[in-house]
């Protein structure tokens, strides 16, 4: 078997790119190449890698990642080898008549826990977006949540200089400077707010719900562990990304770690980096307490899986960062059914503008989410197929189907 092509669509509104890789026996498999902080990866870029994978055999999925992974890079420049990995998997697992979680050494568990990404709260005022960073319209936006059909038992929610939520508490930051990425030191002011965003959480969630915060990129070391001491009645499942968040291109292992070793919240980063190399001092330093590597950031199902183990070798949670559409949620199935018992979940970010994501999808079981799990696939391959129907009436203008 050889691969003959690699096609991508995009979806509407950019941010979501669906890479396909055919071979000559009629074949295919599905990878993701999604959208970073600052805007999709260009199909191009995707695209230039089918030169030195075109003519190999997708099911020696080693084999292809060594001719592309040293191409890949922090953040979005990991998307394009991340895909093609995940959909050779995909192809490997349909010539075998296998689910890729059997490739991959066999699941550990059958359900997999999710949690939902909820941003910051309801604007409560239609002419005023500051409104959706009080109190209350947080607790109103977890209110919402518990109503959902999913039941998810844990939910993260945007604080600090994520959303950018201090940027609208006048005062409560002291630089001026509203660039991105966004960096700052919180004064007393903007400390209260982030804590009464959190206790009007934990008012509406209880301790039957896990709570998780985002609060990056980035505030100051020293406001961080301000924070992070503040927010230790609270019992957090986390807090994300207080010192390097999104669209910061490094981690800075020290910082972490004294940020770590200062309170007793669970300090989570991770999201962007690439190949076991780009977590190497984070997870030898035990420099946070948890690490959120992205499967279509990271270098794909394989090395996802290799970090989740070198994180528990380390004494360290992993909780997978995803903010990608329904491939790389089907992706992520089969590699949180083979990761070691450090897993805790990983993330939904569909519920707000894609009501229609499980439709791209069939030959599953629906609804995919339930009571916060979704099941492990057993068909061949990832387990699913995409509609092209469905698809087709979300491409973004000027796209057509794989062609």
């Known amino acids: 078997m050889k691969i003959v092509d690699i096609k991508v669509i995009t979806l509407e509104g950019g941010?979501?790119?669906?890479?396909?890789?055919?071979?000559?026996?009629?074949l295919y498999g599905y990878g993701e190449a999604s959208w970073g902080a600052r805007g999709p990866v260009p199909k191009e870029y995707i695209q230039f890698f089918k030169r030195h994978v075109v003519g190999l055999d997708p099911t020696n999925v080693e084999n292809i990642m060594i001719q592309i992974r040293h191409?890949?890079?922090?953040?979005?420049l990991g998307n394009a080898a991340s895909a093609i990995e995940?959909?050779?998997?995909?192809?490997?697992?349909?010539?075998?008549g296998l689910p890729v979680y059997k490739l991959l050494g066999g699941k550990i568990r059958d359900r997999i826990r999710i949690y939902v990404d909820s941003g910051s709260g309801v604007q409560l005022d239609p002419n005023d977006r500051s409104s959706r960073y009080r109190p209350e319209a947080y607790a109103e936006k977890a209110r919402r949540r518990l109503a959902l059909r999913d039941g998810f038992t844990i939910h993260k929610y945007d604080i600090g200089l994520h959303g950018p939520h201090l940027w609208h508490v006048p005062g409560g930051i002291y630089e001026e400077n509203q660039a991105y990425p966004y960096q700052g030191h919180a004064t007393e002011k903007g400390?209260?707010?982030e804590i009464a965003i959190v206790e009007a959480l934990k008012g509406v969630l209880g301790d039957e719900i896990g709570l998780a915060i985002d609060a990056g990129p980035a505030q100051s070391l020293q406001a961080s562990m301000v924070l992070a001491k503040a927010l230790e009645p609270y019992n957090l499942v986390w807090i994300e990304d207080l010192l390097q968040g999104a669209d910061n291109h490094f981690f800075d292992p020290t910082a972490f770690r004294l940020l770590s070793e200062s309170t007793s919240t669970p300090i989570l980063a991770g999201e962007n980096g690439y190949l076991r190399t780009g977590f190497r001092d984070l997870l030898d330093q035990q420099a946070v307490d948890i690490v959120a590597p992205d499967l279509h950031h990271c270098g794909g199902l394989a090395e996802l899986k290799w970090l989740a183990e070198f994180a528990d070798l380390h004494g360290i949670?992993?909780?997978?960062?995803?903010?990608?559409f329904a491939i790389a949620f089907m992706a992520n199935l089969h590699v949180g059914a083979v990761m070691p018992r450090n897993y805790i979940a990983f993330e939904f970010h569909l519920t707000d503008g894609f009501p229609w994501w499980e439709d791209a999808l069939t030959g599953v079981e629906k609804p995919l989410i339930k009571d916060g799990f979704a099941k492990v696939p057993d068909r061949p391959?990832?387990?699913f197929d995409l509609n092209e129907e469905v698809i087709r009436q979300h491409l973004a203008p000027g796209e057509t189907w794989f062609e």
Request: charged share 20%; proline share 2%; net charge neutral.
């Open 86 to 96: 995940c959909a050779c998997w995909d192809i490997a697992g349909k010539a075998a």
């Open 317 to 324: 949670q992993i909780a997978p960062h995803n903010a990608n």
């Open 15 to 26: 941010h979501y790119k669906l890479v396909r890789v055919d071979t000559d026996e009629g």
């Open 71 to 76: 191409m890949g890079g922090f953040g979005q």
């Open 191 to 193: 400390l209260k707010a």
């Open 381 to 383: 391959g990832l387990g």
